[in-house]
C-alpha cells in the first residue's frame, strides 16, 4: 500500500519507509529501491527524476526543481510525486492501494472517490482520470498552481 502523506510525502509499502519532501535524490532513490527497480528519468525544470513499477502502477519522482518563469517557487530535494495506474487495468481496482486519508484513491469508482472528498482535496494534491477509475494521482511539495 502506498499511503499519500500531504506536506510531508509518501509512505512506501512494507517497510521501505517514507519518500520525504526534500530529501535528496540517492536518499529517495534508496527507498524505492527496496521494493522496484529505479529507471533514471528526465523532466525539463528538474535536476533529476526517476520511476520504479509496483504492481500494476509507476511512481515517478523529481526533484530540485526551478522555474524561470516565476510560477512556482524554486524547490531543493524531492519535489513532486507522481502514481499512475498501467492502462491495463483500468476496469476495476488497482491491485496496489493507494491511501489518501483511509480512503483508497484507485480502489473505488471516480465518482465514489469524488463523494467521500466532497469537503475538498489538499491543494498539493491532483488526481486524473477520464473513465471509471481514477489513473493518476500526483503530490507536490507547494501548491500548483492550475494552467490555463
Known sequence: MFELLPGVGLRLPGSAGTLRFGMDERTAQWAVATVADVRDGWLCGARWAFSAQYRGLTLDTYGDT???RGRHQDTPGLACIGLTRDPFTLTGP???PVVLRDINLFGYPTAEVSDAFSDGLPPTLRVSGD??????VSLHA???????
Open 142 to 148: 507547494e501548491p500548483v498552481p492550475f494552467e490555463n
Open 131 to 136: 473513465g471509471l477509475y481514477l489513473t493518476t
Open 94 to 96: 488497482s491491485a496496489c
Open 66 to 68: 526551478t522555474d524561470r
